[in-house]
C-alpha cells in the first residue's frame, strides 16, 4: 500500500477516533457522573435479536439484570424484562465542545432498563459513556501538550537555526539540558513540586504545560537542522538579493521547508503525551475523581479483584491501541512521504 | 586523545550542575517550608528542628543555602525523609539496587534477543521471517506500556504461574541463601520479561538498519565472494563493522537504566525507586523526589559519558585525529 | 551591440566601479580545529561601464562567484570599496542599502535551485516587488505577467510551479524575476552553464534583446571562455583571486598580455575560428 494511501487510512481512522470522542455526549447513552448504585460491575450488556422463546426481533433489545444467585455479586439476565434499543433517544442533556446543548443520544433503553457497552465500575457508572467523556480530557490533554512542545520547538529550532552564533550554542545547550533528564521522571518531579489539591480544571492546565514543557528539545532539534539547510538554499539567498528581510526569509521560505518535520513530529508525540496523562492520572497524580480521564478509568485495576475478576475493565487500555496505531502510522506514512520528495 | 576526555567530563559535570540547579529549584518551589510538617510531629523536639534547619542551611540566602544542599549531597547524605522518619540515602540504596536488579536484567534480556533477531532480520531482507518480525515489533511499539504491563499482571493472576508481586514471597528470610536467591528470580521473572518486551523494538530497529547499512557495503560483498559461511561473515565480520551506532546505543541503555523501569515497578509492584517516587510525590516528601531526580540524572548524563567513551576506544577512525 | 567603449577620448560613466575590493575568510580544518585563511580574492580592481557586456572569466575556484556576490550585496568584501551612483555601497547602512537592490541584481547558475518550488511563476515574479513595496497587488501582478512575455514565457503559465517548466524556461523565470524590480546592473553567475547549447543561444539573445529594452549593464561570470568570446565586449580575467586584465574583448583575444590570460586562450580552440565568429 503506498504512503498516500496509508496516510489517508490513517487520518480517516483518527478523524472517525476523534470525532466519537469530540461527541460524546451523542455516542455515549449516560452521563459520566451517572451512578447505578445497585449494579456494580456490571458485565458488558449484550444485545440480542432472538428472544428466549427463539423469535426473531428486528429491533435488537437487551435484558434486564438480576442478582445471580450461584454468583454473589454476579448478575444474570432476566429473560422476563426486555427493553428494545432504540436510536436517536432523547437522555440527560450536554454540551458539545461546552458550547452547544442537546438530548439527543444515538442509541438508548427504556428508562428501567440499561445498556453499559462496556460494563460498569464499582459505583455502577456506564464505562462505555466514561471512556467516550474520559478520551475527551486524555485525548485534550495530549494534543494540546505536543501543540505547545512542538510550537516551543519551532520557536527555538527556528531562532537557533536561523541566526547561529551564540543564540544557537545558548539554545542548544538548554536543550541538551532538557535531554538530559529522564524524561518520565522529571515529569513526576515538576508535578510534585505543585500543589496536590488543586481545581480540576487548573491541574489540567498545569499538567498539560508541565508535559508540552518537558518535551520541545527534540523537536527544536529537528527543526533547526532544516532551518540549517533550508536557509543555505539559492532561492533564500536570491530572496536577500532583493532586500528581504529575515522575517521574510523565514515565513516565506524557511519555514513551510518544516512543515513536513512538523507534522510528523506532531503524530509521534501526541500518543506519548496522552499516555503520560494516562499514566500520571493512573497513579492519581494527575486528574482525579470524579473527572474522568483514561487513567482514572484503570486505576481500578490496580486494586486485584478488579484485575481478576471484572475482564472488562481492561477495555479502555485496548481501545487505546487502535489510538496509537493511527497516529503512527500517521507518523510512518508522512516520514515516508518526506523521504520521497526532495524539496 | 586525554583533550576528549576531558572535554566530555567537563561537559558531563556542566550539564549536572545544570541539573542540580534546576533540581534545587524545584526544592524551593515546593510550598510551605518541609519542616513545618515535621514541626508538627510531636516525637522530634523543635530544638531538633531548628538544629536540622540551620544543617540545611535554610535559613540563609539562596546561593548559600545551594551551596549547602550541593555538598551535602555530594558527601552523600540527600535529606530527610518525612514518611520513612529518617535520611534519604540508605532509603536510597536499596531501593537502587533494586531497580538495578530489575532493569539489568531486563536490559540483558533484550539485547540478548535484540541482536540476533536484528542481525537475522537484515540479512534475510524482504522475506517472510523480516516482514513478520518488523509487524511484531511495530505492534508491541503501538500497544501502551501500560496496558502491556496491566496485560502481563492479569497473565500472572490468572494462571498463578508467576507472583503477582513484590520481591520475596513472605517467609524467604528462612530460606537459605540460594533459596532466597530462587525466590528472588521467580519474582524477577515477569517485571524482566515485560520491561525487555518493551525495550525489545527500539533496539531491534537500530541492530536492522545497522546491519543493513553494513551489509550493502564492498568488505561484506567480497566476503562472500570469497565463500565465508553466512553465520562467520554475518557475526564475525559484519556485526563489529556494525558497532557504531550500537555501541551508542548500548550507553544509552545503560544511562536509561534508572529510570525506565519505572512503570512496571509500580504496577507490577517492583520495590525499586519508581515505586518510592509516587509514593514520594503522595506524601509530599520533597528530598527523596529530588534526590531520585538528581540521581537517575547523573546515570544518564554518565552514562552517555561512557557511550561516547566506549565508542571513542572502540573506533580507530575518531581516535586518529 | 556594443556601447562605443572604443573611442579612447570619450570614457563612459562607469556604472559600478570596484576598488581594491577584497575577501577573506577563516575557516578550521575539520579535526584539530586550527585555524587558517582562505583568500577568496584580493586587490580587485573593476570597472564596469554603463550599457555594455563584461565577462570575468578564469578557472575554476578563481574566486569568481565570491566576487559577483558581493558586486550584488550578497556578501560582505573584508576590504575595498564599492562604487555605485557615486556612493560607496559598503559604507551605507542597512536601510540606505534596501533601495539598492532594487538596481543590483544577482541570476544564479542552477535556476532549479535558485527558485522556491513551492511557489508559484506568479509569486516569484511579484516577490521581489512585495518585498519592495512596489505598487498595489493588482500592479504587482500585471508587472509579472507582463515580464513573462517579455522572457518569453505565456503569461497563461502565471500558475505554475517551476517544477512544471523546463531548464531554460526555468532560467528565463529567474531571469523575469531578477528584471521586476527594472535593476541598471544585471550580474549572471555562470547563468549559461547548466543549459544545452541550444538554451544557451536562446537565452543570449533573450538577454541582448533585453539589454536594448531595459537599457541594462551586463556582468557574465564564466568559465567558458569559448562562450564569452560570442559575446562579451569586455573582458577581465581572474587567476587566483585577482584580476590580472580587462580589456575590451577583441584586445584581449588577438593580444593577450599576461601570462594567465594566454594559459586560458591556450586552452581553447584556435582563435580564428572564434574571431570568424564574432560579428562586426
Same mark, same amino acid.
Given at each position: ?6 496516510l489517508w487510512?490513517?487520518?480517516?481512522l483518527?478523524a ?14 449516560y ?8 449494579l456494580p ?25 438480576k442478582d ?8 444474570e ?19 458539545v ?20 457497552l462496556?460494563?460498569?465500575?464499582g ?16 485525548l ?13 520547538g519551532v ?14 550554542d545558548l ?10 533528564l ?6 513526576f ?6 500543589p ?30 532544516v ?9 533564500v ?6 532586500g ?7 515565513f ?13 513530529q506532531?503524530?509521534?508525540l501526541?500518543?506519548?503525551?496522552v499516555?503520560a496523562?494516562v ?10 475523581e ?32 487502535p489510538?496509537?496505531?493511527?497516529y ?8 515516508e ?5 526532495p524539496? | ?7 566530555r ?6 550539564l ?7 533540581s ?24 531538633t528542628?531548628?538544629?536540622i534547619?540551620?544543617e ?10 545551594y551551596?549547602?544542599?550541593l ?8 535529606g ?9 540515602a ?16 531486563a ?10 533477531i536484528?542481525?537475522w ?8 521471517g ?22 502481563? $499482571?492479569? !497473565? =500472572? #493472576?490468572?494462571?498463578g ?6 520481591m520475596? @514471597?513472605?517467609?524467604? /528470610?528462612? &530460606? ?11 519474582h524477577?521473572a515477569l517485571?524482566? $520479561?515485560? !520491561? =525487555? #518486551? ?10 536492522? @538498519?545497522?546491519?543493513? /547499512?553494513? &551489509?550493502?557495503?564492498?568488505f561484506?560483498?567480497?566476503g ?7 553465520g562467520? $561473515? ?20 545503560i ?12 504496577v507490577?509492584?517492583w520495590?525499586? $525507586? ?11 516528601d ?7 531526580v538528581?540521581?537517575s ?7 552517555n ?17 | ?8 577620448t570619450?570614457?563612459?560613466d ?8 577584497a ?9 584539530t580545529q586550527?585555524?587558517?585563511t582562505v ?7 573593476l ?6 557586456t563584461?565577462?570575468?572569466?578564469g ?12 558586486l550584488a550585496l ?7 570599496e ?53 505598487g ?8 509579472a ?9 505565456a503569461?497563461s503559465?502565471?500558475s ?6 523546463s ?21 549572471l553567475?555562470?547563468a ?7 538554451n544557451?543561444q536562446m ?9 536594448m ?13 569559448q ?23 577583441a ?8 601570462a594567465?590570460t594566454?594559459?586560458?586562450l591556450?586552452?581553447?580552440?584556435p ?10
Open positions: 500500500m503506498n504512503s498516500t494511501r496509508k487510512c490513517a487520518v480517516i483518527l472517525g477516533f476523534h470525532a466519537l470522542i469530540l461527541f460524546a455526549g451523542f455516542f455515549a447513552p452521563a459520566p457522573a451517572a451512578q447505578d448504585r445497585d460491575f456490571a458485565p458488558p450488556t449484550s444485545i440480542h435479536f432472538r428472544d428466549a422463546q427463539g423469535r426473531f426481533h428486528f429491533r435488537p433489545f437487551v435484558y434486564g439484570l445471580d444467585p450461584a454468583n454473589p455479586g454476579g448478575y439476565a432476566d429473560p422476563d424484562k426486555m427493553y428494545a434499543l432504540s436510536s436517536f433517544v432523547r437522555g440527560a442533556p450536554y454540551k465542545a461546552g458550547l452547544v446543548g442537546s438530548h439527543l443520544h444515538l442509541f438508548g433503553v427504556a428508562a428501567d432498563g440499561r445498556v453499559f462496556m460494563g460498569t465500575d459505583y455502577g457508572r456506564d464505562q462505555f459513556s466514561r471512556f467516550l467523556y474520559g478520551g475527551q480530557i486524555s485534550l490533554a495530549g494534543l494540546l501538550a505536543a501543540a505547545l512542545s512542538v510550537s516551543l520557536l527555538v529550532g527556528a531562532l537557533a537555526g536561523f541566526y547561529g552564533g551564540w543564540i544557537d539554545l542548544m545547550r538548554g536543550s541538551e539540558i532538557f535531554l538530559a529522564p524524561w518520565l521522571y522529571l515529569l518531579a515538576v508535578r510534585a513540586a505543585l496536590l489539591h488543586v481545581a480540576e480544571w487548573q491541574v489540567f492546565l498545569l499538567l498539560i504545560a508541565v508535559i508540552g514543557m518537558i518535551g520541545w528539545a527534540r523537536p527544536a532539534r529537528l527543526i533547526r537542522g532551518v540549517l539547510s533550508a536557509k543555505e538554499r539559492k532561492f539567498v536570491a530572496a536577500r538579493g532583493f528581504a528581510s529575515d522575517a521574510h526569509l523565514l516565506t521560505h524557511v519555514l513551510p521547508q518544516t512543515y513536513g518535520v512538523v507534522l510528523t506532531l503524530a509521534l501526541i500518543p506519548q503525551y499516555l496523562e499514566t500520571l492520572s493512573f497513579l492519581g497524580l494527575g486528574v482525579g470524579p473527572m474522568a480521564s483514561w487513567g482514572t478509568l484503570l486505576a481500578a485495576l490496580q486494586q486485584y479483584y478488579v484485575l481478576a475478576s471484572y475482564w472488562w475493565m481492561f477495555l479502555p487500555a485496548l481501545l487505546l491501541i489510538l496509537f496505531l493511527g503512527y502510522a500517521t507518523a510512518d506514512a508522512l516520514q512521504r518526506l523521504k520521497a520528495v524539496l | 586523545m586525554t583533550r576528549y576526555i576531558s572535554r567530563l567537563v561537559h558531563a559535570i556542566l549536572l550542575l545544570a541539573v542540580s540547579f534546576f534545587f529549584g524545584l526544592l524551593q518551589l515546593a510550598p510551605g517550608d518541609f519542616f513545618d510538617a515535621m514541626r508538627l510531629n510531636p516525637e522530634i523536639s523543635q530544638r528542628v531548628a538544629n534547619r540551620s540545611y542551611g535554610l535559613d540563609g540566602p539562596l546561593p548559600i543555602r551551596e549547602r544542599w555538598s551535602s549531597m555530594l558527601k552523600g547524605d540527600f530527610f525523609s518525612l514518611a520513612s522518619n529518617g535520611p534519604v540508605p532509603l536510597l540504596c536499596v531501593r537502587v539496587r533494586n531497580t538495578l536488579l530489575l532493569s539489568g536484567t536490559t540483558v534480556l533484550a539485547w540478548l534477543l535484540a541482536l540476533p536484528g542481525v532480520s537484515a540479512a534475510k531482507r524482504g522475506t517472510w523480516d516482514r513478520i518480525s518488523r509487524v511484531a515489533t511495530s505492534t508491541i511499539l503501538t500497544i501502551p506500556d501500560l496496558l502491556l504491563f496491566l496485560g502481563l $499482571l492479569l !497473565l =500472572a #493472576v490468572r494462571t504461574w508467576f507472583p503477582t508481586g513484590g520475596v @514471597s513472605p517467609g524467604a /528470610d528462612d &530460606l537459605d541463601a540460594w533459596g532466597r536467591a530462587k525466590d528472588v528470580a521467580v524477577l517485571p524482566a $520479561l515485560g !520491561l =525487555a #518486551v518493551v525495550m525489545l523494538p527500539v533496539l531491534v530497529r537500530h541492530v536492522r @538498519s545497522a546491519m543493513m /547499512d553494513v &551489509l550493502e557495503s564492498p561484506v560483498r567480497a562472500r565472494g570469497h565463500g565465508i559461511p553466512r562467520r $561473515l554475518l557475526f564475525r565480520y559484519a556485526l563489529p563493522a556494525a558497532s557504531n551506532p550500537l555501541i551508542s546505543l548500548l550507553g544509552f541503555s544511562a536509561t537504566m534508572l529510570s525506565t523501569s519505572m512503570l512496571a515497578e509500580v507490577l509492584s520495590p525499586g $525507586l519508581g515505586p518510592l517516587l509516587v509514593e514520594s510525590i503522595l506524601s509530599r520533597v528530598y527523596v523526589v529530588v534526590a531520585i538528581m540521581l540524572s547523573v546515570f544518564l548524563v554518565f552514562g559519558l561512557l557511550a561516547d567513551l566506549l565508542l571513542f576506544a572502540s573506533d580507530p577512525r575518531i581516535r586518529a585525529e | 551591440m556594443r556601447a562605443d567603449t572604443q573611442d579612447g570619450q570614457p563612459i562607469p556604472v559600478m566601479r570596484a576598488v581594491n575590493l575577501k577573506r575568510h577563516i575557516q578550521r580544518r575539520p579535526m586550527r585555524e587558517f583568500r577568496a580574492f584580493e586587490d580587485v580592481n570597472t564596469i561601464h554603463r550599457g555594455t563584461l565577462a570575468i572569466v578557472e575554476s575556484g578563481a574566486g569568481k562567484s565570491t566576487l559577483a556576490r558581493c550578497l556578501e560582505e568584501p573584508t576590504a575595498g564599492i562604487w555605485f551612483d557615486g556612493r560607496d555601497l559598503l559604507r551605507l547602512h542597512k536601510k540606505e542599502r534596501f533601495p539598492l537592490h532594487r538596481q543590483i541584481q544577482l541570476i544564479f547558475q542552477d535556476p532549479t535551485a535558485a527558485l522556491n518550488p513551492r511557489l508559484t511563476a506568479e509569486e516569484i515574479i511579484t516577490e521581489p516587488l512585495a518585498v519592495q513595496r512596489i498595489p497587488k493588482e500592479k504587482r501582478r500585471r508587472r505577467l507582463d515580464f513573462m512575455e517579455q522572457v518569453g514565457l503569461s503559465d502565471y505554475k510551479r517551476p517544477l512544471e517548466f531548464g531554460g524556461q526555468r532560467q528565463r523565470l529567474a531571469i523575469a524575476r531578477a528584471l521586476a524590480l527594472e535593476p541598471k546592473l544585471l550580474i553567475d555562470e549559461l552553464s547548466s543549459l544545452d547549447l541550444l544557451q537565452i543570449l539573445k533573450l538577454l541582448a534583446d533585453l539589454r529594452a531595459h537599457s541594462l549593464t551586463y556582468v557574465h561570470i564564466s568559465h567558458d571562455l562562450l564569452v568570446s560570442e559575446f562579451a565586449e569586455e573582458v577581465a580575467v581572474m587567476s587566483a583571486g585577482r584580476i590580472v586584465e580587462q580589456k575590451p574583448a584586445e584581449l583575444f588577438a593580444r593577450p598580455e599576461q594567465e594566454k594559459a586560458l591556450a586552452a581553447m580552440p582563435l580564428e575560428s572564434i574571431l570568424m565568429r564574432r560579428p562586426a
